[in-house]
């Protein structure tokens, strides 16, 4: 948990209900985490189902990870304890989305659970979709779109996730999406099929 350092400081709640803002959008706000390894799919799908939804007349947005780190944590590495903070500091932003009514998808490899777990904490029951982008490392090493595979077999990169460095897949996500042989187009109507069943693409107020 991140040292609370700023004092004197008080919460301000705001005149318009979350319930009113996603009775505007004709949806229910929620923040749709998606983790797997690099290369896994994790962005592909996210840009993908954001379309999808915008093309329905929905309001999602993608946090992706590397879109991130070039702004708000831009001071962040790759060592343990950075990654803890880099996955406290969205799901802080992924939060305040969630709450304007938005349906944000985050696109982080996120590879610890007790990371995952403790940005689940901070969403109330039903806001949180943990999606597993389900692909083992020898298919996301085939698809290697940026050369990062090749150069961490090479040393080149240290601390990378599932060639020298950890990744712990999901125990009990809402969803696993598998991308090994499956179309993105499969795998984005996996994805929004889910948030159908579950009415996030209804609004709360009917």
């Known amino acids: 948990m991140a040292e609370a350092k700023a004092t004197n400081i008080t919460w301000h709640g705001g005149t318009v209900a979350r319930a009113d803002r996603e009775k505007v959008l004709g949806q229910r706000g929620a923040t749709i985490w998606l983790t797997g390894l690099s290369a896994s799919g994790k962005s592909t799908v996210a840009v993908a189902a954001e379309a999808e939804l915008v093309k329905r007349g929905r309001l999602a947005y993608v946090l992706d ?3 991130v780190r070039h702004g708000l ?3 962040l590495g790759f060592s343990p304890e950075d990654r803890t903070e ?3 500091r969205i799901g802080e932003v992924a ?3 969630t709450d304007s ?3 944000v998808f985050t696109s982080f490899i996120s590879p610890y659970r007790a990371d995952r777990d403790q940005v689940r904490e901070l969403f109330e029951d039903g806001d949180f979709v943990e999606v597993f982008i389900d692909a083992d490392v020898a298919t996301c090493e085939e698809r290697d779109p940026k050369g990062l595979y090749k150069k961490a077999r090479a040393g080149e990169i240290p601390e990378f996730t599932g060639i020298s460095a950890p990744y712990e897949a999901p ?3 809402e969803l696993v999406v598998p991308t090994k042989g499956v179309s993105v187009e499969e795998s984005v109507a996996l994805l929004v099929g889910y948030l ?3 009415g996030f693409l209804a609004s709360p107020q009917g």
Request: proline share 5%; net charge positive; aromatic share 4%.
């Open 73 to 75: 944590n831009k001071n």
């Open 86 to 88: 880099n996955i406290r």
């Open 101 to 103: 009514g938005v349906i």
């Open 65 to 67: 990870g590397d879109n």
């Open 196 to 198: 159908e069943e579950k």
């Open 95 to 97: 939060k305040l989305f």
């Open 171 to 173: 125990e009990k996500p």
